[in-house]
């Protein structure tokens, strides 16, 4: 994070911070907060950055959407979840609008299905999230991020939870569930443990102890490597 300060320090220095470079480098560096569980640090960045992209770039540009999704990730790791819903949902309006990029489309459908889930609104959330899985799973650029699809299809097994679909959720929740636990997965450690919930839930439901036991000892192991400096 201290080299993405510094380049930015610099940027600015220079008169470079509204220029492209210089917001490219600030989005960077609050995700980098988000991933680092700091959503305030992200946010208070993203909302002073956006603006800015958007005069400077346009409302359309890849970077002003980026910027975008992403705070609307750090507000709903805020719990601020409609401000989150309304954010996600200009997004992607802009994006079929425009016919963005499918590889940024799918991200922001995962955000909003996530969002609509966790606001009770299941059954608007799953054709977004079914969208974002078929992509993800068949892209190939996508393969070197499998916790992308694995996290759609965990938000989807989550509302097969809920439905008391248990099979069915099973085979979602632990469809690559592995990269829950990946260091280098492009997850903070809130959407981790999150995950790794549904699936603890998914047993606990269905009455299977032993499943229970082992997913609870997987969530009590990931809160304490996250606890560590």
Request: net charge neutral; aromatic share 6%; glycine share 6%.
């Amino acid at each position: 994070m201290s080299c993405l300060q510094e380049t930015l320090t610099r940027f600015q220095r220079i008169g470079y911070a509204d220029k492209l470079d210089g917001l490219i480098c600030a989005k960077e560096l609050a995700m980098l907060r988000l991933m680092q569980g700091d959503s305030p640090g992200a946010v208070k960045l993203l909302e002073e950055l956006r603006p800015r992209a958007t005069q400077r770039l346009g409302p359309d540009h890849y970077t002003t959407l980026q910027i975008q999704r992403i705070l609307a990730r750090a507000f709903s790791e805020e719990g601020r979840l409609e401000e989150a819903e309304a954010l996600c949902k200009e997004t992607l309006n802009s994006q079929h609008r425009i016919k963005a990029d499918p590889y940024g489309t799918a991200r922001t459908q995962l955000s909003l299905g996530r969002v609509l889930v966790e606001n009770g609104k299941p059954d608007e959330a799953e054709p977004l999230l079914q969208e974002s899985l078929k992509f993800f799973r068949g892209d190939v650029s996508s393969k070197s991020r499998p916790e992308l699809a694995a996290q759609v299809a965990n938000w989807l097994g989550a509302i097969q939870v809920a439905r008391k679909a248990y099979p069915e959720a099973e085979s979602l929740l632990l469809s690559g569930s592995d990269a829950f636990f990946a260091p280098g997965a492009e997850m903070s450690p809130n959407e981790r443990r999150v995950a790794v919930s549904h699936i603890l839930k998914l047993y606990r439901d269905w009455g299977k102890p032993e499943q229970t036991a082992i997913w609870q000892k997987k969530l009590d192991g990931l809160a304490q490597n996250q606890s560590q400096p």
